[in-house]
């Protein structure tokens, strides 16, 4: 039963005050743990739990997070992460595993339901695919089915015709690009279903670390196409499972 | 019947040679209007016909591309245009309609099957409801039903709080934002949907015609939030179509 | 004769002084007036005589430098320019054209030499042909052959496929494009010879004035492709024929 | 007494001579060190006297600051240095602190008075703590009580709503945050104090090391919040002490 | 009385069913005007009520948000505005003033108590006025009085000097410069008030409307400086009013 | 003799009380015009007196700060003026003359001593002369002899080969440029002479108003040459004049 | 003969299944590794082989594609890449060759036919030998001559006249250029010949990492120039091999 | 006595083939390193003889240089080097010097002509100093007296007006300051002099490596300003010799 419902009827009952009634909503929603506010309340209202960015944050700093969540029976995706923070939750999590292509680990309490379709998750370039691990690695913890097909940029465009079968299977598709980021608009032009976008800062010259195909994604020609940020996979798989399960 | 397998087959029993199959695939596929290569293909590919742009392109190639469309029994919605493009298809299509809030003309052949869930598309000021009615528009053309709520800012945050129900019952999320850009984040915090972002060219100074939305939209630290272009109602209302038909 | 080595035969022989010498030299390579110092010698050195670009110069001034041009010999051709312009020619050039799509003036003395192969100029869509116009008039100018392709951008990937038999019969392949300017890529994957990218201001939005596509086509992953200016049409056809004249 | 009337009134009794009264103004103003000018006059024009910062100095430069303002009797905060500086002031100033977090170190030979009201500092992420730290020093070191208030971003609304109590109960607000920098804003339309927002350079891909967030709140939809350069949390936790002391 | 803290009392009472407390929230908080969602609350929230930012509005809805707020009885300021939307106010507001050099519209249904100190409005130059007017305007509408000091800029420093005496008398000092925006950190240096820098969009060449200033206030060397958007006189008066009021 | 010492002597001597010295110390130093405050004492400093920048000063403040200067005996430049300006200064400055190319005004009441030496102002194109004019008309006004050499462009290198004496004659060279601004560079390789660099916002595409030209003079790999900002004809003018003076 | 004819008759005559020949068709086009997508029919639609740009890739990774493409008869050109790879590559290719200078590898089963006409590639310093390189082995890999010609810049313009006979000798020019980039607008000035500008990322400060040089080159006065990206030689010894082999 | 009029005069009398004396006047110019064209020409154009820049340049390369310009009688200044180096020359040049805070090697074989008058070199702050440094060991190594002051920036302008006297007293003034760049602006209005301004990557957030300090000089309010490239103390350096010695 939903929490906040209780506190609230409690309140009206008089069994709370109102001051425990705040604390005590507070405290159902979401941990304080001094250095960071642990969203407790994420599943319910995002219908996936929190996950814990890596990048600036400290081993023990995430070993406290994860113990946290674990307590409350959330499954934990760690994104941005290195081989020394997994080794630092052994004796917390043995189970967790780390994926060394995306820089992600993951310690699953409990398996998700399976989403009945699939997502494609689509590269230009073999330098992509760091991006691209960190997308299809999200989506398989949140529960999908994920076809990786690699290297199949703009500048050999019969590679990609002879794979759109594949990629017409899915139910949402997520292009990893850098360089001039073109692949979106031509697959975009190609199928029917939405497509997410993921610039990466692959590249050299004037592809400022991924702005121009940032740029080149924004502006497609190709309905149907959104962007997330660059290097972005993690926004990428994220949004990919909300889409594949409505 | 598909026309491609058609001809496919055709040439293998030898009733067509080689150059003529070449050729009716061609025709089959899009017509060459001279200044315009119209792609009569798209609903095939991508669920919905092609779209005129408005912007760039004279009354008379309007008129000639509304024609090719008509001709082939496709809905026509033509985006950025003005309302002497309206009269100038009135001959033609008296029947259209011209949206002025959008800056858009539909013109509609046969109702698209509506679809069973909604779309919500939300603003951040009163300033954004131009592209937000190019998103209603659109989507309201492929077939969707659009609850349009206005002016619910950042900056007075129980306005938004108290129109989540509204929103949390749509399948999917449009949000309209100039100026720093910060309500998809606040929304996608709240809700289990894909929220599609529209940075508006609103603001000033700093804005940078709508840089400083965008950027805030692409790093938002929510999940589930994608980004189109600056002031592109068009491509979030399409979008929005894609994904409330999956 | 060459006119220099004339010049420095005569003052080695003494029939000239040094300081004649110089002055000769400077009056058979360049011609002051005053406002401009028209380059004279630049047919030698250069394979085409000097061109107009007509932005930012008065219509006397245009008058001054086209008749010095036509007292020379040259065929004129001026740039940027309005039909204004060409009313004031009238008088001294009759026979000069106004190309209204390319905002350009030809005047042609003497027909140049037809070159054996031809120029393909593609656009990815009908707002870039003003763009595309001023690359074709251009090359027409300095005596090539034409064919302009229109409106097959990435987003409909067949409409370029259908069209390439024409394109790889070029000796030398104009590319225009706005927007996400993905169209380059494709072409130079898809045939073997050099490809002139000229990136257009067509677009909104994040394109930036046409900086989008500049970036997209300067990162392109397809080898062989060079980029020019932003909108740059004439400077594309001009190394589009000197391409073709090699 | 004030020394620049001391010295104005000694030159018109005429116990100064004009250069000397010139020479005795300058030194009762500042000190020149070679490689440093200190200003010795700050407190008295500014409020607080001059702060060290760290960057760009070497640890002898530094120590010769320390010991100038130690012997005018100055206390000492030293901005963006290391442990290794402080180590190298261990013998000339023994009770100095050397605070991790900030990369700060305090010197303080006199407890500045209390401030009778509080400053708020509020992060929107863990990663935004090292920045809030040196705001924090800052502030406590020029006297001031600070109230650290971390990890409540947008994307959890809830979390910041149930510490609103405390971020009213102070005098003058900063929130630090770095991704899309939306925290300000929505902070500003929650309290009717001064909010001082202070961008970070956390983030990646088109944060552009901060730049993201600093326009989202240089384009804030709210009123009364004000901008210091990214990462200055030093500034910040000036401008609030100055704030909070009016 | 709060009317928020009588619909909770209602509601525990059992005098209010839950989804008439509910809407009862909302109601006192905001009003819908479908264009706009007027926030109601916000002077108990922030200290002032809403004001109506008149860019990008049409004269209907300005007179319709004024309406309102009149209704309400707010005070009315909108900035960005026209004469002829003041004129459009005429039968609505008879007693409201167009402010031309501002070009802000103020409409006082009765005096806000006046601050017991004063603000200081400085400009670099001459042709910075008009920003510094629209900061004016908002600091006299919300209850201060207001030092207007024009023309004070760097190159010209004993200018400045002169007028330091009437500078260092305000709680708060706004600068407002263009081109290099220089001033605020020549002021800071002088005073121990804190300091609101205006960039204005003043300049021309490399000042990229206001760019340059905007980046020199944020990297001004003196502390107690922050800063507002580019050309944001509002901004800049309503800050200064929240601080003097403190 | 110095009006500043006189003042000090007096205040000194006991004829004047501190406050009268400071008022009149400021007095004589420069003119408060309400809009404006007129550096009357910036000939003694810089060594000419303050130039009106006439870009966004209505007429009325334009004639205001004329009349000033006129009574205090200075010669009066206005740049960035118009014809309308200089109407209407014609009953207060009969003898003002508008030079229409450099959009300026000037107003001499006596010659100014003619340097020795003379100033070069060179240019790329004819499209850069109006802010070449501006240069030499300042340079002018202030008393140097002006050398004019227009249209000597990087793209036929032999042009400016030809001119190089008359450049070598000169003092100090004015090298005005827009597009690539290559010409300072080469320019700067082949004389012994200070060379200001004006880059100006003649290009289209990516030369964006000037920047790119801009970059390319700051980037220069010749010594000896500084830059002043886009369009800048009035500071290459001044600065040309101190140096030609020293 | 061509394996796609080949393929499409035996599906006609019906030795082929549908299924099989879309595999076919697939098959003798590209290989897929996996991690990438060998493209093998480049050479016959590119006129030359896949090149791996060995950035962002491993060492396993380029010795799988070369021992593919090896394995299928090309000539294999690594660029952007270490010795250390090229030790990797010992065993496999023990005649493959390691160019420090270019970063390269070149492993050529067989020789090119070599070009009759000669390409000229020319640096304006020192520092830019590398990409200069990289330019040269490329072309050469792929059968030119190349005539390089260094450290020519244009602040002491006669170096480059010194060596104009060599570089008008060459059918095509390469010009590498960083800093201010304006050695290619030169050189197109006194050629007939295609320039293809490489600017690199040699400069410092305002340089922008190659930025300045490509804004100069892109906006060139001369005629016949085009860019590709910055630091990009691969790019431009492979377009001048296309062009020196029309 | 000059060296080309021997060559010419030569080729005049016959004792010169017309190849022989194309050879010589390019051997008498420069010198052909492979790697480097060495600029001999250049102390009779520009006054001062080629500095060999040491970025990007390997030990060996600035041996090589050093030696053929001390064969050659030149004096030797190498910029951005190292210890290394000057370690490296040591046998070549044992009276060669290094000067660590300017990382810069001076070697003169004779002394040059003292100019008569002399160079103010300022900066902002202590960390300005690295930058100053060059540029005085540059106009020291030229023949000038350098006058430095330090850490006299704009938050505390009296620390400035004290040291007034010294910097009047120069003949031409160099301004180095990161941050937001207004001290040249500052001292442009108190001195009759030159001055040319640096900007320096000293700063952090939104300094962007430079670009605030060199924005806020191009923008500068004062005239008689002019600027290099960031971080260029050798450019002004050079270019204030240049001036000096008018």
């Known amino acids: 039963m939903n929490p906040i419902e209780d506190i609230?009827?409690?309140?009206?009952?008089?069994?709370?005050?109102?001051?425990?009634?705040?604390?005590?909503?507070?405290?159902?929603?979401?941990?304080?743990?001094?250095?960071?506010?642990?969203?407790?309340?994420?599943?319910?209202?995002?219908g996936a739990s929190e996950v814990i960015y890596g990048e600036h944050k400290t081993a023990d700093q995430i070993v406290d997070l994860t113990r946290t969540m674990l307590e409350h029976g959330h499954n934990v995706l760690i994104t941005r992460t290195t081989r020394a923070v997994h080794e630092a939750l052994a004796a917390l999590a043995p189970e967790s595993r780390?994926?060394?292509?995306?820089?992600?680990?993951?310690?699953?309490?409990?398996?998700?339901?399976l989403?009945?379709?699939?997502?494609?998750?689509?590269?230009?370039?073999?330098?992509?695919?760091?991006?691209?691990?960190?997308?299809?690695?999200?989506?398989?913890?949140?529960?999908?089915?994920?076809?990786l097909i690699s290297d199949v940029g703009v500048a050999g465009i019969h590679r990609l015709l002879n794979r759109l079968p594949e990629i017409r299977d899915a139910r949402v598709v997520v292009v990893v690009a850098g360089m001039e980021g073109a692949l979106p608009s031509v697959v975009g032009g190609l199928v029917d279903k939405p497509v997410i976008a993921v610039p990466t800062s692959v590249g050299y010259?004037?592809?400022?670390?991924?702005?121009?195909?940032?740029?080149?994604?924004?502006?497609?020609?190709?309905?149907?196409?959104?962007?997330?940020?660059?290097?972005?996979?993690?926004?990428?798989?994220?949004?990919?499972?909300?889409?594949?399960?409505?």
Chains 1, 2, 3, 4, 5, 6, 7, 8 share one sequence.
């Open 8 to 46: 609230l009827n409690a309140y009206k009952k008089g069994t709370l005050t109102l001051e425990a009634a705040v604390a005590d909503l507070g405290n159902s929603l979401f941990k304080d743990l001094g250095h960071s506010t642990l969203d407790l309340d994420r599943a319910r209202r995002n």
């Open 98 to 113: 780390f994926h060394a292509d995306a820089r992600a680990i993951t310690c699953s309490l409990h398996e998700p339901a």
């Open 115 to 147: 989403a009945e379709t699939s997502i494609a998750v689509v590269t230009a370039g073999t330098s992509d695919l760091a991006v691209a691990a960190e997308a299809a690695v999200t989506a398989e913890f949140l529960g999908n089915r994920v076809e």
């Open 205 to 246: 010259g004037a592809s400022f670390g991924g702005v121009a195909a940032l740029l080149g994604m924004l502006n497609s020609c190709a309905s149907g196409v959104s962007v997330v940020n660059i290097d972005n996979g993690f926004g990428a798989g994220y949004l990919a499972n909300m889409i594949n399960r409505l």
